[in-house]
């Protein structure tokens, strides 16, 4: 197996999740589709580049002090448990966690249990936490685009022509 071009991988995702952004997210997940299919390292590589997009709006710094937690609220706004939530977005938001704080050794295990228990006949885990990590994707740069409007809108609006 050759190991994938990160910045063909990267391009790949950018241009996935403007699909969709854009309204089209099946078309975008249709996209990923063959990097999944090139084989377990490439599909590792493509998690990882939508765990960056997930989290292209959080400033990050590389001193201890700077970790992230996931925190989990019910539909009533209570805390609660990454444990309550569905597998294949509990496995995204760990992910996503591990990889924001680049602690690569929890990714690759969480990634190897997805392979072991997912690369069965029949069995959708692996496309299901690609998808759930598709969808934290496209979310935040959806929700970065329409702050970006609204600051541009504003701007707009205080400067008549």
């Known amino acids: 197996m050759t190991t994938p071009d990160v910045s063909v991988l990267s391009g790949a995702t950018a241009h996935a999740v403007a699909y969709g952004v854009a309204g089209a997210p099946a078309h975008g997940l249709m996209q990923l589709q063959p990097i999944v299919d090139n084989g377990p390292a490439s599909t590792y590589m493509l998690l990882g580049c939508l765990a960056e997009a997930a989290m292209i ?67 959708r885990d692996i496309s299901e936490a690609v998808n759930a990590m598709y969808g934290l994707a496209v979310a935040t740069v959806t929700d970065l685009a329409a702050q970006r409007r609204g600051r541009r809108s504003d701007t707009n609006d205080s400067n008549p022509t």
């Open 57 to 123: 709006s959080v400033p990050r710094g590389n001193a201890p002090e700077h970790a992230f937690a996931m925190q989990v609220m019910g539909v009533d706004g209570a805390a609660g448990s990454a444990d309550d939530l569905p597998r294949p977005v509990r496995f995204a938001a760990r992910f996503m966690t591990a990889w924001a704080n680049a602690d690569y050794d929890t990714t690759s295990a969480l990634f190897n249990a997805l392979v072991e228990h997912g690369d069965r006949p029949g069995c």
